[in-house]
């Protein structure tokens, strides 16, 4: 039954020919460099007869990155998204999108001004009819062509700089897979040459608050193609797990059996094809994945090199990530010590905080440990799991930055390696997100998770209520001693009132008791009064 309801789901969507509006994809959008589409609301660029936007100039960052790329003007994502456009919609209030036409994060409404805030649960609290809509969903985005995006198939150079426009038509799933290959792919020289170390979504500070968009965009996307507005995803604990216990039939697909690097037939997601996959190719080849089918699924987990990845991260692996006040540090690469987002990405022990090329922990241990398509990062998005891991370990950022509520000057303006910079836009996103912009609270972005607000919860019943239960037993007997210091306290004014008369005509004026109290005086007295 439930077979047919996908396949009714499937067919109720017409399947017709990214990053890339598919309205700003013309050799006129390109020569020109503008991408301000119209709203359809009111057939104005941006939605600007409406107050929603207006058609403006980028302003990009001038702060100096790090020395981990030596070139300059080489490479498409250089000063994002100058390369192909210096001027897009800027959106005012609350609206958001490439033509305005969305609410920001964690608004709704027609006038975006309606304030949301989504749970993302963990995957073994879904039922069973909410765990089989999740993966309809994700079967309905991977059959379904975007009608928003499309994909550069070359490099603006090989566009003749834009006046012959190659574009291809892509997935709504692919197109995230694209866009995580496009923004960790190398850079491309020329000829056999290539430059490796280079990526605008990992290795450096920009690490988190890219994989946060990218999951906000991903989520958001679903909620358009299906209607759900209340649809968030799931994520998957793997503190403490001895294996991939959501690598079953009833979950993200099990063993083939007869070749364990396949998932099992009886899986929904033994038939994906993935995308992006073959690096060295397209290095060799000077070209940009296309989106063209490449094969199965691959994942094998368990059966990987355990000299580089021993075992999974533990409860205290998390706590002592927590526990690094510095979100980065030094060169603000894979090199950095005592950082918390290196110790969370994996290029630092989770035991000292100091960087270790031998090994891959945390994050980069669950990649590892998949042993197949996960592994491959610039492919890795191909695997459904990604989206359950990295929204887990967008959870552990979100602890952190409840933890120890950084400033944004926490994060770094400058020095750091290409396109991580705070006030850098964020490749390959359009419309436009610098990397400081989601180094906040995710409730202040419209979600949050429901572990997290159990153990705001459980802060409260642990730390709070003991003392109010506390209290509640012996309030009689601090009523009591109050109303008797009452009594006793009236008793002894009537009687000082009786002997001051007295007293005062005894003592001489200069005995009095001196209104001001000396500097010691006044600070004893308030350390009593705070006690």
């Not at 941006?46 to 100039?57: H, M």
């Not at 792919?185 to 020329?190: E, F, K």
């Not at 967008?394 to 994060?411: G, N, T």
């Amino acid at each position: 039954m439930f077979l047919v309801f996908l396949h009714c789901l499937l067919w109720s969507f017409q399947i017709s020919a990214g990053h890339f509006p598919r309205a700003c994809a013309s050799s006129k959008n390109l020569m020109a460099k503008e991408c301000c589409p119209p709203w359809m609301g009111d057939g104005s660029p941006c939605g600007q007869l409406s107050g929603r936007g207006s058609c403006q100039d980028i302003l990009l960052s001038n702060a100096p990155s790090g020395p981990q790329f030596p070139f300059k003007g080489v490479d498409d994502r250089e000063l994002w998204p100058s390369v192909f456009y210096n001027r897009t919609c800027q959106c005012s209030g609350n609206f958001m999108g490439f033509n305005c036409g969305n609410c920001k994060f964690g608004f709704g409404g027609p006038n975006c001004t309606e304030k949301r805030l989504s749970i993302r649960r963990n995957i073994y609290d879904l039922s069973v009819s909410e765990k089989n809509r999740f993966f309809s969903y994700l079967t309905l985005s991977k059959h379904t062509i975007s009608p928003d995006y499309v994909i550069p198939t070359a490099t603006y150079g090989q566009m003749n700089n834009g006046s012959t426009p190659m574009f291809n038509d892509i997935s709504i799933y692919d197109l995230f897979v694209w866009m995580h290959y496009y923004v960790s792919r190398d850079t491309l020289l020329g000829g056999s040459e290539i430059w490796r170390d280079i990526d605008f979504a990992h290795e450096a500070p920009g690490f988190l608050p890219w994989h946060r968009l990218f999951l906000l965009l991903w989520e958001q996307e679903i909620q358009e193609l299906t209607g759900d507005e209340n649809f968030t995803i799931p994520y998957w604990d793997w503190r403490d797990a001895e294996s991939c216990d959501i690598c079953t039939d009833d979950y993200l697909g099990g063993h083939h059996p007869e070749n364990p690097n396949l998932l099992s037939p009886a899986s929904f997601f033994s038939s994906w094809q993935i995308i992006c996959s073959r690096s060295e190719e397209y290095n060799s080849r000077q070209v940009l994945c296309d989106g063209t089918p490449e094969g199965p699924l691959l994942r094998n987990p368990g059966n990987h090199d355990k000299a580089k990845t021993p075992r999974l991260p533990s409860s205290a692996d998390v706590e002592f990530c927590l526990s690094l006040t510095q979100y980065e540090t030094g060169s603000m690469d894979r090199n950095s010590n005592f950082s918390f987002r290196n110790t969370l990405e994996g290029f630092a022990s989770p035991l000292t905080g100091i960087a270790d090329s031998s090994q891959s922990s945390m994050h980069n241990a669950l990649h590892i440990y998949m042993n197949g398509t996960m592994s491959q990062v610039q492919g890795s998005a191909n695997d459904p799991i990604f989206l359950l891991h990295h929204a887990f370990v967008d959870s552990i950022f979100e602890q952190w930055l409840r933890r120890h509520r950084p400033l944004l000057e926490a994060y770094p303006e400058a020095n750091a390696p290409i396109g991580h910079n705070r006030d850098s836009y964020m490749v390959p996103f359009i419309p436009l997100y610098r990397n400081g912009d989601f180094f906040i609270s995710s409730k202040n972005l419209g979600y949050d998770y429901s572990y997290l607000q159990e153990s705001d919860a459980g802060f409260y019943r642990n730390y709070i209520e003991p003392y109010l239960d506390e209290a509640s037993q012996i309030w009689p007997w601090l009523l009591g001693a109050a109303l008797v210091g009452a009594a006793v306290a009236a008793a002894l004014a009537r009687l000082g009132s009786c002997l001051c008369p007295q007293k005062r005509k005894q003592q001489p004026q200069e005995e009095r008791q001196p209104l001001l109290m000396d500097k010691d005086d006044y600070h004893s007295l308030l350390y009593q009064s705070h006690l």
